[in-house]
DNA sequence: CTGTTAGCGCATTCAT
DNA sequence: ATGAATGCGCTAACAG
C-alpha cells in the first residue's frame, strides 16, 4: 500500500477542487468535459490510484471475501479455494485467504474476525465452537461449504455421513468383509462424519473394521501397522481421494497389486482420481452439482442483503464412481 | 465487513474517551489498571472490534500482501499460491489472491495496482508488458517468483532455460532421437523459456522435435495429433509435470506402455511426480531450496524497508530426478 | 456543473 | 493517567 499522491495532489494540479476529482473518479457523467479532460491529465501525470481503505472507511464495503479453510497441500482444500476464488473475482471480489493450522485450529477465527472481509465462506476445516462463535459474533455472514456443518448455519456440502454408508455398501457387495479405513484420525469434521457412516453400516453388515487415525505426516507407519495383521483387509477405503491415493502409493511400493490384491476407495470424486494412471473408484456429488460456485452465490446475495431469511441447508445425496482401483474379493 | 459498534460507543459505555479506548487496544500499560478492566469490559460487552480500514487509512499499513499467478487448477500455481500463503501468515500478514484470466491477461493487473496489498508476490503468469509497468508505477514492491522475470525485477526462480536444456540432453542420452514436447503453446513465460532452451539444444544434438501447442482443454486432440504421424516420437518432454501426468493419462488411454512404449519426462519435480502410481521422470529445484519461502522472506523484507537496494536475482541450476517413466530407446 | 462542508473510525499529538 | 482536538483520504450532501 504505497499511497503516493491523494486526490488532493491532483486537485491541485489541475485547478479544481477534491471533490471535483472524487466526481470523475466516479460519476464522471456529472462533471463538464474539459474539466474531465483536464483532471483526468492530472491522474495519468501523478499516476494517481485512489486509496481503497479511505473509500471501504465511508462505503462500508471492501470489496473483499474472506475464506476460511486446512492448508492448501490437502487437495480438497486447493480444489475449494481454487473454485471458490474464480467465482468470486468472476462477481468483483477480492479473496483474502485464511489457513487453519491444525496444531492450532482455533487461531485463525481471531484474525478472520477482524477482517475488512463483508463475507466469509467456510470450507473444509477443523471446527472449534469458539471460533464458530466468534464468526457469529463479528456480525459478517458466513456460509460454509463442503464441511459439515455445526449448528444452524448456512451451509452446501456432500452428504458425508451418506458417503460412508456408500462406501460400506459397495464393499460389502463386492464381498469384502475385513476392510480398512484411513482418515478417521483428522480432525475435519466431515472426515469424523464419513467414518462413522462407513463404520455404522460395516458393522451392520457384519463386516470386521480396521481402523486407522492417519495423518499425512506419518502415512506409511499408520498403513504398515494395518498391513501387518493376520487378518489384513482385502479393502481400504478412504476419508478422501488424496489419502486412498496415498495409499495405492503405499501399497505399490509394499509389492501389492491393485485391485488384484486390495481394492481401494476414496471419497471426493476430484479430477485426479479420474486420470487413467490412478483410476480411482470414488463417491462424490452429482457431476451437475457445483457446490463452490452455489456457496459463492449464497454468500454474495447475503452480502448485497437479498433473501436476508431463506433457508440453505443442502446436504446432497452422494453418487458411486467405479473405476480401475476396486475388484470383487478374490479370498 | 459488519462494524456495528465503534471506539465511541465503548467510550461511551465505559464511561471514558475514545482515546482511552484506543489506548487500551494498543498501549495497555499507558494505563490505568480499573480503567483497563472498564473499557474492557465494555468492549466484551458490545462485542467490539476495531476498523481495520480506519487503521490501514492512518498507518498506511494494510497487514495484507497480494498474490498473482494463474488459475490454481495448475498444480503449478496451486503449490505456489500454498506454500507463499502459508509463509505470509507466519509471519503476521493476510493474503489476498489475484487470479489472472489466461483470456484475459491483462485486466488482474488493474486490480492488484490499486489493491490495498503492502506487497506483491508474482507466480507463474502470462507476462503483460503494461500490466509489469503497471505494478511498477503503483508503488508497491513486488517480487516474482517461479515464472521468468522480464526487465530489472527482483526474482527467484528454477532456471528454465538450462531446464529445457537438460531434457533434451537426457532424451538424447537415451538414444531417443524423435521427441515430442508438450506445453510450448501456453502463454506463461517460464513454458516458453523451457521449451526454447529444450528445442535449441534437442537441434544441436540432431534431434527431432515434434512440438504441441498444448492447452489443457484440448489436450488429446494435440497429442492425438502428435501420435498420429508416421514418425512418431519415441519419448515427450513436458513443460509441466502436470502436462506429463495428462500426457501418460492419454498414452494409457490409447493402449501405450510407460516407459516400455514411450518415455516421458516433466519439469518441476512436484510432489505428485514421486507417487508410485506416476514415478515422473522430472526436473526441479535442488531439494535444499525453496523459493516461496526465498521470495516471501524478501518481499517482506522490502515492505519493512530492509536491504532496499541488495539485488535478489536467483535463477537456480535444475537437477534431474529419475524415475520410473524414462528408459532408453529400444529402437 | 462545481466548490464547500461534514464526517467515516481510529491513532496521535497536545494539554490537563 | 486521561480528555480534547486533529487529520488520514475519501464520498456525499448541500449550496451556489
Known amino acids: 500500500m504505497a499511497i503516493l499522491v491523494s486526490s488532493v ?9 477534491q471533490a471535483t476529482v472524487s466526481r470523475v473518479m466516479n460519476n464522471p457523467e456529472k462533471v463538464n468535459a474539459e474539466t474531465f479532460t483536464k483532471v483526468n491529465a492530472a491522474i495519468q501525470e501523478l499516476n494517481y490510484r485512489p486509496n481503497a481503505a479511505a473509500r471501504s472507511l465511508i462505503s462500508r464495503k471492501s470489496g473483499i471475501v474472506a ?13 475449494f479455494s481454487a473454485r471458490s476464488i474464480a467465482y468470486a473475482q ?13 496444531t492450532q485450529p482455533g487461531t485463525v477465527f481471531e484474525a478472520i474476525s477482524r477482517s475488512q472481509a463483508e463475507g466469509i ?46 462406501a460400506a455398501d459397495y464393499l460389502n457387495n463386492l464381498s469384502h468383509t475385513v476392510v480398512g479405513w484411513v482418515g478417521g484420525g483428522r ?11 462407513f463404520l455404522e453400516t460395516a458393522k451392520s453388515q457384519g463386516m470386521k473394521i480396521c481402523s486407522a487415525a492417519g495423518a499425512y505426516s506419518d502415512f506409511d507407519g ?42 481401494v476407495l476414496g471419497i471426493g470424486n476430484s479430477p485426479q482420481s479420474a486420470m487413467n494412471y490412478l483410476s480411482l473408484t470414488t463417491i462424490g456429488l452429482p457431476p451437475d452439482r457445483d457446490i463452490f460456485k452455489e456457496a459463492v452465490t449464497e454468500l454474495l446475495a447475503l452480502i448485497h442483503g ?11 445425496e452422494p453418487e458411486l464412481f467405479i473405476r480401475n482401483s476396486s475388484a470383487p474379493n478374490q479370498k
Open 222 to 263: 499408520v498403513l504398515s501397522a494395518m498391513m501387518a495383521r493376520k487378518d489384513r483387509p482385502t479393502a481400504i477405503a478412504a476419508a478422501t481421494d488424496a489419502l486412498a491415493a496415498q495409499a495405492i502409493d503405499f501399497l505399490i511400493a509394499y509389492g501389492y497389486s491393485i485391485p488384484e490384491d486390495m481394492s
Open 67 to 79: 475464506l476460511l479453510c486446512g492448508p492448501l497441500e490437502d487437495p480438497d482444500n486447493a480444489e
Open 306 to 316: 437479498d433473501f436476508p431469511n431463506h433457508s440453505f441447508n443442502e446436504r446432497i
Open 90 to 102: 468472476e462477481k468483483g471480489f477480492i479473496t483474502e485467504i485464511h489457513i487453519q493450522d491444525p
Open 9 to 17: 495532489d491532483v486537485a491541485k494540479l489541475a485547478g479544481v477542487s
Open 121 to 166: 465462506l467456510v470450507g473444509p476445516i477443523t471446527p472449534v465452537g469458539t471460533g464458530i462463535a466468534s464468526l457469529k459474533n463479528s456480525g459478517i455472514p458466513f456460509v460454509f461449504c463442503g464441511a459439515d456443518q455445526h449448528g444452524e448455519h448456512r451451509f452446501v456440502s456432500l452428504d458425508n455421513a451418506a458417503s460412508g454408508k456408500l
Open 187 to 197: 480432525n475435519e469434521s466431515h472426515h469424523g462424519t464419513r467414518y462413522r457412516g
